[in-house]
């Protein structure tokens, strides 16, 4: 005999109302143990570098220990394969920039789908590129490299991270914009590049500011433009692409945080107020200011902000990646 109907709605609702207290309790106990932030990258980058910086000022701020954790591999892709099959309990976070959740969905066979597989946290800081030469180039400024380019089709050389790296696609946007035809050189890393630019091995490259920075200063390298709608901070004499002549260049190697599906949504909600606040503390602001980075608005700085931002690079970003034939080696 079946129970009535009355009785049916009443056990539902109880069972509702029990998963809805186990959540906010899990919530509330949240964190109750250190939280693994996994770094799609080497120790020592640009990535490793801005994550320490925030997970040292979010464990201040959470009372638990945030273990960086360094999974490189295949374009970043193995770490951030790491973050989608985590637990969804607010214990395992993914730091990672523009070619881990963006670019690598056009160059790689994934196993997870960098939107549904993920929860948005929150954007974290916007890295703006540099245009940059090796000192003896025989030219000053961004016009001038465009047109020595034109004049010596095929025989220049540009240095990359390698194959669909951000310093390659940044290269093919601006073959794209300016009608150029130069060779690309990939390195196993941005560093190996910069330090053939240095010894004049390779013509000129797109890179980071954190990696430009001590060459720059150095005197050793050429900068011709940042690509970015404003300067760069610890850079004020480099002009921006729109300043030096090539307007809409614009490339930034972004920072966000997610965690898995399914986190739930009060969690997700706390650590996207940590990092907000981690990001107005003035000692983090100096520290990624130092790496180049720029912080964006506050507006910018929200879970929906940064899946409108992904999705947004997705669509402009998977038809230039796909239209140069880029694949993973």
């Not at 939280?35 to 120790?43: C, G, H, L, R």
């Not at 000053?140 to 540009?158: H, T």
């Not at 000692?283 to 912080?295: F, N, P, S, V």
């Amino acid at each position: 005999m079946h129970p009535p109907r009355r009785r049916l709605l009443t056990c539902a609702a109880g069972g509702a109302a029990v998963a809805v207290l186990v959540r906010r309790v899990s919530a509330q106990a949240w964190p109750a143990r250190p939280i693994t932030m996994i770094v799609p990258a080497s120790a020592g980058g640009p990535t490793d570098a801005i994550a320490r910086v925030l997970a040292e000022r979010m464990a201040g701020l959470l009372g638990q220990t945030i273990v960086v954790d360094n999974i490189g591999g295949a374009g970043g892709s193995i770490g951030v394969g790491k973050v989608a099959n985590a637990g969804p309990d607010g214990y395992t976070l993914g730091i990672g920039q523009w070619s881990h959740y963006v670019l690598n969905g056009a160059i790689y066979a994934l196993s997870y789908d960098l939107i549904a597989d993920f929860a948005p946290v929150a954007r974290i800081v916007d890295g703006p590129m540099l245009l940059i030469s090796r000192k003896s180039l025989p030219v000053n400024d961004l016009e001038e490299l465009v047109a020595w380019l034109k004049a010596n089709p095929d025989k220049a050389s540009a240095g990359t991270g390698g194959v669909g790296s951000p310093p390659h696609v940044a290269g093919i946007f601006f073959q794209k914009m300016t009608d150029t035809h130069f060779a690309f050189v990939p390195y196993r890393g941005a560093a190996p590049a910069m330090r053939d630019l240095v010894a004049g091995q390779i013509d000129f490259m797109f890179d980071q500011a954190s990696n430009v920075m001590p060459q720059l200063q150095g005197g050793t390298i050429k900068a011709f433009a940042v690509t970015a709608r404003a300067r760069l901070a610890p850079a004020p004499a480099v002009p921006t692409v729109d300043e030096a002549g090539l307007a809409g260049l614009y490339v930034s190697v972004w920072h966000g945080l997610w965690a898995p599906k399914r986190t739930p949504a009060d969690i997700v909600a706390r650590l996207n107020d940590v990092v907000v606040k981690a990001l107005a503390d003035p000692g983090t602001q100096a520290k990624l200011a130092a790496l180049g980075q720029d912080i964006p608005g506050p507006e910018q700085l929200t879970s929906a902000a940064l899946a409108a931002h992904q999705k947004a690079e997705i669509e402009k970003w998977w038809p230039v990646v796909k239209a140069a034939g880029i694949k993973a080696e």
